[in-house]
């Protein structure tokens, strides 16, 4: 099992940055892949981002690119979320995710993941 753990969500005015982070404790050993997914008011989940663990293999969802990073500290078993110029639509329940895959294009499919984090909220006010 792995337990993960979300935080830095916080409402926020548009064009600010925030830094997401999430903390996998318990059975870390052979994580493949780490994600960000987000879930809009009344939307369904939507993949964010995703690193691969063992290498540096990043992915984004087009309308993030440019905006948002992620990066992982392996010492640490932390993947963080660092989101620039945010925008009213980001607004949503950000969620952490652990997959033992390693994947480079499957990614954004959530049934890929394995565990789930509780969720951290941001809200963008306009």
């Known amino acids: 099992q792995v337990q993960l753990v979300e935080s830095g969500g916080r409402l926020m005015q548009a064009g600010g940055s925030l830094r997401l982070s999430c903390t996998a404790s318990g059975s870390t050993f052979g994580i493949g892949t780490m994600g960000w997914f987000r879930q809009p008011p009344g939307m369904e989940h939507e993949f964010v981002a995703a690193?691969?663990?063992?290498?540096?293999?990043?992915y984004y969802t087009d309308s993030v690119k440019g905006r948002f990073t992620i990066s992982r500290d392996n010492a640490k078993n932390t993947v963080y979320l660092q989101m620039n110029s945010l925008k009213p639509e980001d607004t949503a329940l950000y969620y952490c995710?652990?997959?033992?895959?390693?994947?480079?294009?499957?990614?954004?499919?959530?049934?890929?993941?394995?565990?789930w984090g509780q969720g951290t909220q941001v809200t963008v006010s306009s």
């Open positions: 995710a652990v997959s033992r895959l390693l994947m480079t294009s499957t990614y954004s499919r959530r049934d890929n993941y394995n565990y």
């Open positions: 690193i691969t663990w063992g290498g540096s293999n990043t």
